[in-house]
């Protein structure tokens, strides 16, 4: 981000541990193998594996910025050492996980690990976050920054939920993930106690989803859930059983679903219905949140600031601003000062210039309209006209033109996701066989597309360093080919799984957990459309792949044990 420290509470050490953590079970596997002789189980999902893996490698030895795509970007740290740990962990588990036993220590870990996500996010929900608490300050400070405990502020407000994470958002991931591995071990276990307290935990995480107010991950809830009732609908007519009870079932878990996200609306004052709405209005273009500028112009001691319906011109004569209208003329304006006269506040009495506010303070002028919002600084240079103030200081006396695809007038789409795809997209074609590198994502970007991020973001300040949109993620950090590899990968996957469960007429630990990995694999995939792959979840979704692979092995094995 230019600045010489990043204060980072989220990602970096988990880097550190996922490393430190597949080196391990990479090395006891290993030395497993020496003393049980194991061999590598034998599937055509090594190839999609090793080619993106590979591709990662190729992407990071020819990227520009090789130090970034080894360690990953600051704030994320998911280079092509992490990456490379994620196809291990997959690999791992696909070779290690070949009984019941070892299934249920798998789902065992995360489902305690899930349990303790949950509830911190459940505290938060309710108002009372570790994390805003003396103790949870110093938790996460280290000990020499314990002195400034007291100034840690929280970018999220008190009931929104990141448990963990560092964006609400990457909640809606997890819990997509897990809800379905959570449901399926209650409804396969029968002691009294494990019903109970799965029953509870899918509902606590239920309550985490819907509090984190994700919308994407909301939208792969509601995915999962679809392609759950389906799954077991059909593969209650393909086995002849009781079609009423299978449709009571299917009402019932849409109903649940239905009530959690009732309930936690009616607790957010109807915020959650708020945000849908607002998305929806924003697709059809109707949202009219974006600030229509079109251009700024720079001319000499001039600058016009191009609007679709108006234009600004602001002229610098012998350190005097003037200002002119659309037609040239000079337009009419009141001068008043704040408080302490360091502002002066120039304010146009034309009823077409009335949204347009300028503050001049020293030799900044501070542009602002304020419906719809938009806001950006001009610096006034008295031999060198006027330049724009963007990221992080960076001063320009010209605007560049930028390729975009699609989103015209909807950059605010899904909280500005119209606006960087529609940048993104056109950076595919620069990465085709191999990408710019892993997590060098915010290096590739626009970063000084400042009419787009004024449109979209209502400011040249922000920093797009993601695009909320896993696929594209890879696209552009790994190449368009190494996104193939992978989406034949999941789609091996997802088909190979409906015909091992929908064939399968047992209700043992295999068929169940593999039904909720497969369905929480299928949530995480939809969720990923307006998500990223982050490294607090991402070994998670591998470890799960690699799991739901060796189970649809076993049930191989189990249904050639059967037919010889």
């Known amino acids: 981000y230019g600045e010489q420290y990043y204060t980072d509470f989220f990602s970096y050490y988990k880097s550190q541990w996922l490393m430190a953590g597949t080196i391990f079970a990479a090395v006891f596997y290993f030395v497993q193998s020496l003393v049980h002789k194991f061999r590598l189980k034998k599937s055509f999902i090594y190839f ?31 280079g092509m050492y992490a990456l490379l740990c994620y196809v291990a962990l997959f690999l791992l588990a696909f070779n290690m996980v070949n009984s019941e036993k070892h299934i249920k220590f798998i789902l065992g870990a995360l489902l305690a690990s899930a349990t303790v996500i949950g509830l911190t996010g459940l505290f938060q929900f309710l108002g009372y976050d570790l994390f805003r608490t003396d103790f949870g300050k110093r938790l996460i400070l280290p000990k020499a920054y314990h002195d400034i405990a007291d100034s840690l502020q929280f970018r999220f407000e008190l009931s929104n939920i990141f ?13 997509v993930l897990v809800i379905p591995i959570a449901f399926s071990m209650f409804l396969y276990t029968k002691k009294w106690y494990l019903k109970i307290s799965l029953g509870l935990l899918t509902l606590v995480l239920l309550v985490n989803l819907f509090g984190s107010r994700s919308l994407a991950g909301i939208a792969g809830f509601i995915f999962s859930v679809c392609a759950f009732c389906l799954f077991f609908f059909v593969r209650r007519i ?8 299978t449709i009571m079932i299917s009402v019932i878990v849409v109903a649940a679903a239905a009530g959690g996200f009732i309930g936690v609306n009616r607790i957010l004052e109807g915020e959650l219905v708020k945000d849908i709405k607002t998305q929806y209005t924003e697709f059809l273009g109707e949202g009219n949140r974006v600030f229509d500028l079109k251009d700024i112009v720079f001319d ?64 900044i002028i501070t542009f602002t309209h304020p ?70 994502y915010a290096i590739a970007f626009p970063q000084h597309d400042y009419i787009g991020k004024i449109r979209a973001f209502n400011t040249t300040q922000m ?37 091992v469960y929908l064939k399968n007429r047992n209700n043992d ?12 694999v299928l949530g995480y995939l939809a969720t990923s459309l307006a998500n990223d792959s982050v490294v607090a979840i991402a070994p998670v979704f591998w470890t799960l792949l690699g799991t739901g692979f060796a189970v649809n092995t076993i049930f191989k094995k189990k249904t050639i044990g059967r037919t010889t």
């Open 48 to 78: 999609p594996a090793l080619i993106y893996a590979g591709l990662a490698i190729l992407s990071t030895v020819l990227s520009e910025h090789r130090t970034v795509a080894l360690r990953g970007f600051v704030a994320r740290f998911e």
């Open 163 to 175: 448990s963990t994470f560092s964006n609400p958002n990457y909640i809606g991931s997890y819990m």
């Open 371 to 440: 419906s719809p919002y938009a806001t950006f600084q001009i610096k006034v240079y008295e031999n060198a006209g006027f330049k724009l103030i963007g990221v992080n200081g960076h001063e320009t006396d010209s605007i560049e033109r930028y390729e975009h695809f699609g989103f015209e007038g909807r950059e605010k789409l899904g909280s500005s996701r119209g606006y960087i795809w529609s940048r993104t997209l056109p950076l595919l074609k620069r990465a085709v066989v191999y990408g710019f590198g892993p997590d060098t």
């Open 509 to 520: 630990i295999f068929l169940m957990s593999g039904a909720g990995i497969l369905t929480g």
């Open 300 to 363: 000499d001691n001039k600058i016009t600031i191009v609007t679709g319906t108006e234009s600004l011109t602001i002229e610098n004569r012998d350190n005097h601003l003037l200002f002119y209208g659309t037609d040239g003329n000079a337009l009419e304006y009141s001068k008043s000062e704040n408080e302490d006269k360091t502002v002066t506040r120039v304010r146009f009495k034309d009823e077409k210039y009335k949204n347009f506010r300028i503050d001049v303070q020293g030799n």
């Open 463 to 499: 920093i797009v360093d993601k695009p909320h949109n896993t696929y594209l993620q890879i696209g552009v950090n790994t190449g368009v080919l190494s996104l193939a590899a992978l989406l034949l990968l999941w789609g091996f996957f997802v088909v190979q799984g409906l015909i």
């Open 238 to 245: 393909v086995q002849r059983k009781n079609i009423f009870l």
